[in-house]
C-alpha cells in the first residue's frame, strides 16, 4: 500500500458526459501528479500541482482541467469525453519531487 | 519522439537467475532515474531509484547501474523469483531542470516472466 488513494476505482460514462477523479496524497506529501496509461501510449505525464498550485503540464488536453485543494487532495475533471479517453488514471505524490508513489487507478471506460 | 526506451517488450527467465533489465534515454537533462514494477489492475510499485551523481545503486536483490555516456541504465534483480513476474517500467525526470519539476518520463514497459 503506497498511501495514496484514489476513488473512484472504475468508472463507466458515456461520450460527451464529464467526470472527476479524485486523489488523496500521501501523508506529508506536497505534490501531485496525474498520469493517463492507455494501451497504445503507456503511461504519460498529464499535470502537477505543488501545494495547490499549478507547477508542471504534460500531455493534457483542454477539455481535461485538475485542481488541489486546501487539504492537498487533488481531482481530474474530464470532460465531453471520448471513446478515446478510456484508459487507467493514476494518480501520484511526492515530498520533494524525486520518488513518486502512485495510487492504485482509476478505470475509466467510455461508451 | 520517445525519451525513454525500453526495447525489449519480454524478458524470460529462469527461477533463481539474473534478470537483466534494459532502459535507454535521449534527454542529457535527466538527472533522475527510477525502476517501478506493476502488476494488473495494481498502479505502479516504487523499487529503486538512482540519480546521475552515481553509477550503481542496491537494495537487496534489486541492482541499478546507470552508464551517462552510453544513456544506458539497467535493472538487475538476483536471483530472480516467480513473484518477481511483473512489468517493468524505466522512468526519468529533470529535478535539477527549470521547469519540469520532477515529472515522470516513462518507457512502455518491460513484462518479465520468471519460471519456476
Known amino acids: 500500500d503506497s498511501g495514496v488513494t484514489q476513488t473512484p476505482k472504475h468508472l463507466i460514462t458515456a461520450t460527451g458526459q464529464r467526470v472527476t477523479l479524485r486523489c488523496s496524497p500521501r501523508?506529508?506529501?506536497?505534490?501531485v501528479y496525474w498520469y493517463q496509461q492507455s494501451l497504445d501510449q503507456g503511461l504519460q505525464f498529464l499535470i502537477q500541482?505543488?501545494?495547490?498550485?499549478?507547477?508542471a503540464k504534460g500531455n493534457i488536453l483542454e477539455r481535461f482541467s485538475a485542481q488541489q485543494f486546501p487539504d492537498l487532495h487533488s481531482e481530474l475533471n474530464l470532460s465531453s469525453l471520448e471513446l478515446g479517453d478510456s484508459a487507467l488514471y493514476f494518480c501520484?505524490?511526492?515530498?520533494?519531487?524525486?520518488?513518486?508513489?502512485f495510487g492504485p487507478g482509476t478505470r475509466l471506460l467510455v461508451l | 519522439d520517445q525519451q525513454v526506451k525500453q526495447n525489449s517488450p519480454s524478458l524470460s527467465v529462469q527461477e533463481g537467475r539474473i534478470s537483466i533489465l534494459n532502459c535507454d534515454y535521449t534527454n542529457s537533462m535527466f538527472d533522475y532515474f527510477l525502476w517501478y514494477k506493476k502488476y494488473p489492475a495494481e498502479g505502479p510499485t516504487f523499487l529503486i531509484s538512482?540519480?546521475?551523481?552515481?553509477d550503481k545503486n542496491e537494495d537487496g536483490r534489486f541492482t541499478v547501474f546507470l552508464n551517462k555516456s552510453a544513456k544506458h541504465l539497467s535493472l538487475h534483480i538476483v536471483p530472480s523469483q516467480p513473484g518477481d513476474s511483473a512489468v517493468y517500467f524505466c522512468?526519468?525526470?529533470?529535478?535539477?531542470?527549470?521547469?519540469?519539476?520532477?515529472?515522470?518520463?516513462f518507457g512502455k514497459g518491460t513484462k518479465l516472466s520468471v519460471k519456476p
Open positions: 522512468a526519468a525526470s529533470s529535478m535539477n531542470y527549470g521547469g519540469s519539476q520532477g515529472n515522470l518520463i
Open positions: 538512482i540519480s546521475s551523481i552515481k
Open positions: 500541482y505543488y501545494n495547490g498550485e499549478e507547477r
Open positions: 501523508s506529508g506529501d506536497l505534490s
Open positions: 501520484a505524490s511526492s515530498f520533494r519531487g524525486e520518488t513518486q508513489y
